[in-house]
Nanobody
Framework: QVRPVESGGGSVQAGESLRLSCYVSGYSIASYCMAWFRHAPGKEREGVATMARFGSTNYADSVKGRFTISRDNQDDTLYLEMISLKPEDTAVYYC?????????????????WGQGTQVTVSS
């Protein structure tokens, strides 16, 4: 059974950093597209960053230059390094796994989702 599990969320001040982790059991993250999404109250779920099978990455414009997606293939763990956090980054962050090798920013592209981890950034 494929099961992503996120960790690393928390409450920080604007300008600070956080690193989110996502361990995916029953799945080889090196073989397929992986992504981070976020969902803020009153907004639609938003794609934040993706990493395709061969390592190409894509970011939402709102996080480019501040967020970095990476993975540890041996540990089947996906990461999201977030720096210079802003209050508008406040959301529940989800790790998602796709059965496809290429990525899209659409939530419908992903079959497996974690339970989410809360990130709160105060000004």
């Amino acid at each position: 059974q494929v099961r992503p599990v996120e960790s690393g969320g928390g409450s920080v001040q604007a300008g600070e950093s956080l690193r989110l982790s996502c361990y995916v059991s029953g799945y080889s993250i090196a073989s397929y597209c992986m992504a981070w999404f976020r969902h803020a109250p009153g907004k639609e779920r938003e794609g934040v960053a993706t990493m395709a099978r061969f390592g190409s990455t894509n970011y939402a414009d709102s996080v480019k230059g501040r967020f970095t997606i990476s993975r540890d293939n041996q540990d089947d763990t996906l990461y999201l390094e977030m720096i210079s956090l802003k209050p508008e980054d406040t959301a529940v962050y989800y790790c998602a796994a796709s059965g496809n090798t290429e990525c899209r920013m659409s939530p419908g592209w992903y079959f497996y989702w974690g339970q989410g981890t809360q990130v709160t950034v105060s000004s």
